[in-house]
């Protein structure tokens, strides 16, 4: 019998981890990659804009030279323009870039339309632009992601993925994954597509899926193939294992 | 004898280190840490600016809205203005914001004069506010930690400290001391008093030291009284370790 020298506990010495050297290193290398988290941070901390969306914390002169329009919001009458810089959109998304730079309408008249978009979510993506943060939940992460697939912002695109796969479960998966397909977020449609070929039984009762099959039944398809290749896939494993 | 997970090699049960449940756990908090410092840097990595100073990566238009002019530059002809971005001057440095929120001459005009300092180094002050990048040797590091100071831009200021203090050497020592002091860089500071009281057999003899006298005599005595302090808590230390 051994005491771990981390957790204090004795073990058996069938349970032995590390050598005590091995134990030392692994500390310092915990330590110095929290040093470097650490940095990082700081350095975040400091590229951060204030973001000159309306807040009680905006400040009143902003030096804004653009403002963007949510044009969805027309209907409730007039919009209210989100204020940002060239400079910034210039520098987060290359569609603003050619937008901007190449003198188009939006670059004189220093308004920018965004079609189909609610104010909250266009302001959420002009925050994010400035910070890199954005409090998620499903419905605007999709609001988000469909933005950032528009203005090509991909750092957002990646962040509204993963938060969407984490959320991914048997009632949202059959949404998800023609979600996934439509803007090009191949994560979403993996990790759905991997859900709904592990439950094929319970398939072809969903709703969802009958109403699939009527709209665009080549991802209906697309399903069943993966579903196929799973199946030959384990077999072949079976078969091998058998041998051996 | 057993082998450790880690190294593969065999160890005295004396030099035992952790159990596996602790090897095991301390590889998935490592796993983890890198994975945030990837997340950390994408996101640095987003927040970054091209920026808008002269170089080949440089785009033609900018949406510069104010240029900085070194003013020590006057002598050799017309100094080159670094362009920038007000939002950008105003979101890095709280004298900025004064400076241009107010509406004082340099926001009428559209121009920042930066006295006492090379173009080089305002380019590479500006260059840090877009980028949080530059590259230093011991001089560059000198010139950027008195305009942090000097603009209040703590994240640089911390960051050229941090290098000064990494150089530090005997030779340099009386030196950085008295930078250190000028420019409210305590860890600078310290560092080298540290150094010199750790030497202070060989500190009569040096040039800097009689020139010190002359100069800021107050520095002197602060460099004997932490001297004697040290001595008087040395001496404490003996004093309680004879008697244990």
Redesign the interface.
């Known amino acids: 019998m051994?005491y771990?020298?981390?957790?204090q506990?004795l073990?058996d010495?069938d349970?032995?981890?590390?050598?005590?050297?091995?134990?030392?290193?692994?500390n310092e290398?915990?330590e110095e990659?929290?040093r470097?988290?650490d940095e990082?941070?700081?350095?975040?901390?400091?590229?951060?804009?204030?973001s000159?969306t309306p807040s009680a914390r905006s400040?009143?002169?902003?030096?804004?030279?653009v403002v963007l329009v949510a044009s969805e919001d027309a209907s409730a009458g007039a919009p209210v323009p989100v204020p940002a810089?060239?400079?910034?959109l210039?520098?987060?998304s290359p569609v603003f870039r050619a937008m901007?730079?190449n003198e188009m309408e939006e670059s004189l008249s220093g308004t920018i339309k965004i079609g189909d978009v609610s104010y909250d979510a266009l302001r959420a993506f002009v925050n994010y632009l400035y910070t890199?943060e954005v409090c998620l939940d499903e419905d605007m992460a999709c609001h988000l992601l469909i933005l950032a697939e528009k203005y090509q912002v991909q750092?957002l695109k990646?962040y509204c993925e993963k938060f969407l796969v984490s959320k991914l479960n048997w009632d949202n998966s059959v949404m998800s994954y023609t979600f996934g397909h439509q803007h090009n977020a191949k994560h979403i449609t993996d990790a759905a597509l991997t859900l709904i070929t592990d439950n094929m039984d319970k398939l072809t009762t969903r709703e969802e899926y009958v109403e699939l099959v009527e709209k665009d039944p080549r991802l209906v398809v697309e399903i069943y193939e993966a579903y196929l290749s799973k199946q030959v896939n384990t077999a072949a494993q079976k078969d091998s294992s058998l041998k051996t």
Do not use: M, N
């Not at 349970?15 to 692994?26: L, V």
């Open positions: 051994k771990c020298i981390s957790c506990d073990y010495e349970d032995a981890g590390t050598c005590k050297e091995c134990y030392e290193e692994a290398t915990e990659l929290k470097e988290i990082l941070k700081a350095k975040v901390a400091f590229l951060k804009f204030w000159p400040h009143p002169a902003s030096f804004s030279d810089h060239k400079a910034v210039v520098s987060r901007l730079e890199a750092h990646d």
